[in-house]
């Protein structure tokens, strides 16, 4: 099933209570990111600003202080956040009047960080996610929410009947809770809807699937992961009509904010854990490829 949320809100309350329970498990970690999205605005030295996220976090009546000794959680969101707006921003370059899918959107504000006043932009989440971002975030002519079920990838036929755009997914901080068929199923599926298309996700390693405690946040919450890539291969296996751009741990961002953990990127297994890959069309050959060594 898949509807678009249309707010019919004249206005919107200065201040929204977050019931116990109101959210899924997964959904429940979007949280997570808006708090470290929001200190991290506040930071003097901050990687990435977003006044938004300040102003939902302070609107939205929620204990965020579970969160705050997640300091590996709240480095990882502002290194993760500033890389893939990096690569947003280059297809936004390539391709003013296009397309971003923002899978899993949650309380993501990407679109007011870098929105090029062309780009229509389709946030996709499960119903209550929608149904919170909804009370923060309006509709507009180019920003479009659609609720979807976990399993149910229907939402691209629909974007790809709206117009016939070039179009950018991004997956940021979801295919860690999928299983994973159902990422290799997503990755196919986008190659084959979306021929001038491009794809943005995070993955983390088995080891934070295994040992969740690694985590700093996420047990906070009852969320926990499902899959973990091993290497670069199987998603690379799964490109179906795409090929590979580039790949990068995040542990490389930024190593003095990392702390004791940026010690980590030299070691192959712990450099694995969380790192970014980037897919596109065979029709963009301005991209340069770049993939780390531990594939």
Not at 76 to 84: E, L, S
Not at 128 to 156: C, N, P, V, Y
Not at 257 to 273: A, E, F, G, V
Request: charge should be positive; proline fraction near 5%.
């Amino acid at each position: 099933m898949i509807a678009s949320v249309i707010s019919t809100r004249s206005e919107i309350p200065s201040k929204t209570t977050l019931e116990p329970g109101s959210l899924g498990p997964v959904q429940e970690t979007m949280l997570i990111t808006l708090w470290a999205r929001s200190i991290e605005s506040q930071r003097p030295d901050a990687l990435t600003r977003d006044d938004k996220a300040v102003e939902i976090q302070r609107r939205l009546e929620y204990d965020f202080s579970r969160f705050e000794r997640g300091w590996k959680s709240q480095i990882g969101v502002a290194v993760r956040d500033r890389y893939i707006d990096r690569l947003t921003r280059a297809f936004l370059e390539r391709h003013p009047e296009s397309n971003i899918i923002n899978l899993g959107a949650g309380l993501d504000t990407r679109c007011f960080r870098i929105d090029n006043g062309l780009a229509h932009w389709f946030d996709v989440d499960l119903p209550d996610a929608i149904a919170l971002r909804s009370k923060f975030i309006e509709q507009t002519s180019r920003r479009t929410f659609l609720e979807t079920s976990g399993d149910d990838f229907h939402w691209m036929d629909r974007i790809r009947d709206t117009n016939n755009r070039p179009t950018l997914l991004i997956a940021e901080g979801v295919l860690m809770f999928f299983e994973e068929r159902l990422v290799h199923e997503l990755i196919k599926r986008q190659s084959e809807v979306f021929t001038k298309g491009e794809m943005i996700f995070d993955l983390i390693g088995p080891m934070m699937v295994q040992f969740p405690f690694l985590h700093d946040t996420l047990p906070r919450t009852r969320a926990r992961f499902r899959w973990g890539a091993k290497s670069l291969h199987a998603p690379i296996a799964w490109k179906g009509k795409y090929e590979f751009a580039s790949s990068r741990s995040m542990l490389e961002e930024e190593p003095a904010r990392w702390r004791w953990m940026r010690w980590c990127r030299y070691l192959p297994i712990l450099h694995r854990q969380f790192f970014v890959v980037h897919l596109q069309s065979p029709s963009a050959h301005d991209q340069t490829k770049n993939v780390d060594s531990w594939m």
